[in-house]
């Protein structure tokens, strides 16, 4: 959300209307998770993505017609598989979309994206709460306020005020969804945090998963089995995904620069293939799971095809602090402990 926020606001300033385009659901595997956002501007060129191909031109295609009525639409967009591949989903499914209209004559839209837009500055976390009424057929600067952990912006009420109180109890691990009270809401947090990917989906995994989330760090799982990777094996991460192989991660996933990834795969010649594609990615931190007999042969094996021996001594592996941990919990925490101390220094 944030890469988002920022060119909307910029968009306002300049006093260009935009169609932001928000998957709301998606059932079936699909490569962009609920909360997911691509602006669409009115010569239909586009900023981010909901997913690529097919699906991204439907809703483009309804974009045109939301700059015509300024109303926003709630679009389901079912999938086959092949239009799926199209798409860059490995099988079909649904995905319901948000098409919402921002005017830049909007003057409280305006003030609430440059809010937004402070806040990031300043570093500080907020949850976006937007009113998705079945009454209304429009989203203006009214129907939008910013929840921080002290403040609201925004024209106040009560139910407003009470969806916020509820925020705060687990603000840090606050999740993209839709609320219902007396009106619909769209609940829409941006973290000022840390991104995690972890690579491997075993039960390390999910004792690293639980341990991150807890110290506010954005967390996403990646595998190439739907068994393993899913939300519920992993309940508390903001983003799982299924690729078809570890070969083309990178490709797959968007992996923004200074991420921290974490490579505990079930096996060497996966954990070769993620490390060679990592050491290009300019990431924060790489850590591999290993001991020092596969970190010999593996680093041989990359010294062969062209990498540097500066290139693999960015690599924290034996992967995390040395507290001779055993168990999965164990070497969870020696793994996160290693991630706090990387973000620290």
């Known amino acids: ?41 009115k010569d239909m060129s586009i900023e981010g993505t ?60 305006v003030d609430i994206y440059h809010k937004a837009h402070e806040l990031r500055e300043e ?24 929840c921080t952990q002290t403040d609201i912006y925004g024209i106040e009420n009560k139910e407003i005020s009470d969806i916020a109180q509820s925020l705060r109890e687990n603000f840090n691990r606050t999740k993209f969804h839709i609320f219902t009270g007396k009106e619909r809401y769209m609940i829409e947090p941006c973290y000022c945090t840390d991104r995690l990917y972890i690579v491997g989906a075993g039960h390390v995994s999910q004792q690293i998963a639980v341990l991150t989330k807890e110290i506010g760090m954005y967390t ?9 990777s899913n939300q519920e094996r992993f309940p508390t991460v903001d983003a799982v995904y299924v690729i078809s192989s570890y070969d083309t991660l990178f490709q797959e996933v968007s992996i923004p620069k200074n991420s921290y990834i974490v490579i505990v795969t079930r096996g060497h010649s996966f954990d070769k293939a993620v490390l060679a594609q990592a050491l290009r990615a300019d990431a924060k931190y790489i850590g591999m799971i290993g001991s020092k007999s596969k970190k010999n042969h593996l680093y041989g094996e990359l010294l062969h095809e062209g990498f540097t021996q500066k290139d693999l001594d960015e690599v924290h592996c034996p992967i995390g602090v040395s507290i001779n941990a055993q168990t999965p919990e164990e070497i969870a925490i020696s793994i996160v402990a290693e991630l706090v101390q990387v973000k620290r220094s």
Not at 139 to 144: T, Y
Not at 220 to 228: G, H, L, S, T
Request: net charge negative.
């Open 50 to 109: 909901i997913g690529g191909g097919l699906l991204e031109a439907m809703a483009m295609k309804m974009a045109s017609t939301v700059f015509e009525t300024k109303k926003y639409r709630i679009e389901d967009f079912e999938l086959s598989d092949t239009d799926a591949t199209q798409a860059g989903m490995v099988c079909g499914g649904e995905v319901r979309v948000l098409l919402e209209y921002v005017d830049a004559l909007d003057i409280p839209c």
């Open 1 to 41: 959300m944030r890469k988002v926020t920022e060119c909307i606001a910029s968009h306002l300033e300049a006093q260009r209307d935009v169609v932001i385009a928000t998957i709301l659901e998606k059932s079936g595997s699909a490569p962009r998770e609920a909360g997911t956002k691509m602006l669409v501007h």
């Open 220 to 228: 996403a799982v990646i595998d190439d089995r739907v068994e393993f």
């Open 123 to 146: 570093g500080e976390n907020f949850v976006m709460i937007t009113k998705v009424s079945p009454k209304s057929t429009t989203i203006l600067g009214k129907d939008k306020w910013i």
